[in-house]
């Protein structure tokens, strides 16, 4: 089974090998740099999952594989609190498309603030942290949960929502 990844960064690509090689045998995985025609900064639920819509959209376009993954973190705010939002999307062969979100975590005021202001989450968080593509590692998450929860592992759970309901719409067919 050809299974595609709408992205190279390395944790989002992780996520999905490790959940798909869970559940299927003989699977070729594929990574296209694809686009997700939404800011490069999502800043609402609603553009954070379109911008997984897409990504999952634009891969299957790109692969025609059987499983087309798009996965997109964002940002969102509740009473004037910053929090991270992360979507996932999979695009099915026949063009079906199934959505699912992840884990949301308040962000400290003083990167909240230099979003608002244009600036990219992940390289804030290089800055923040002193280090180099914190986004293809432990992301945000991963540096504001103390390292208890990863960016691979907040996306994996995504992914597994997303075969789980692959899985149960095959089963009602």
């Not at 992940?122 to 280090?131: A, K, Q």
């Amino acid at each position: 089974m050809k299974v595609a990844i709408g992205t190279h960064n390395r944790a989002k690509v992780k996520a999905v090998q490790n959940v798909v090689n869970t559940y299927f045998d003989d699977i070729e995985f594929l990574e296209v740099d694809v686009p997700s025609n939404v800011s490069s900064q999502p800043f609402s639920d609603e553009e954070t999952r379109q911008g997984a819509i897409n990504r999952a959209l634009n891969t299957l376009e790109a692969t025609g594989a059987e499983l087309n993954f798009g996965l997109e973190g964002g940002v969102r705010e509740i009473d004037g609190i910053m929090y991270c939002c992360n979507w996932g999307a999979l695009a099915l062969k026949n063009g079906q498309v199934l959505t699912a979100a992840g884990a949301q975590f308040m962000l400290p005021e003083e990167i909240a603030k230099k979003l608002r202001a244009g600036k990219e989450l992940g390289p804030v968080m290089d800055e923040y942290t002193n280090e180099k593509d914190t986004r293809h590692h432990k992301g945000a998450i991963g540096v504001l949960t103390a390292n208890l929860v990863d960016r691979k592992e907040m996306f994996e759970h995504i992914v597994t929502l997303l075969i789980g309901q692959y899985l149960f719409t095959k089963k009602e067919k």
